[in-house]
């Protein structure tokens, strides 16, 4: 499945904001904020949608969108950096 890459998300967002912005364009399989080792939000997250249509549909609505006075920025996951299947995402 295509993963889509999330940065300059809010601080304060949670792993269910992060799959909620993107529940409009698709099925959303996962979704996971990158943290730091003590739990906390760096601003950086991962989605896999369900489709290709899906991932890219997210990203040209999302990339570039103000957010709590951040801007997001969307892009694809590369085949080289997808996680392997089963696995999320740390």
């Given at each position: 499945m295509p993963w889509i890459i999330l940065d300059g998300l809010p601080l304060s967002f949670t792993d269910e904001d992060l799959r909620r912005?993107?529940?409009p364009f698709g099925i959303v399989v996962q979704g996971h904020l990158v943290r730091?080792?003590?739990g906390t939000p760096i601003g950086f997250g991962r989605v896999e949608m369900g489709s290709m249509e899906a991932a890219e549909a997210a990203r040209q609505a999302l990339d570039g969108r103000p957010l709590n006075h951040h801007t997001i920025t969307v892009r694809h996951l590369r085949l080289e950096e997808e996680p392997p299947s089963g696995s999320a995402p740390s």
């Open positions: 912005i993107c529940a730091m080792p003590d």
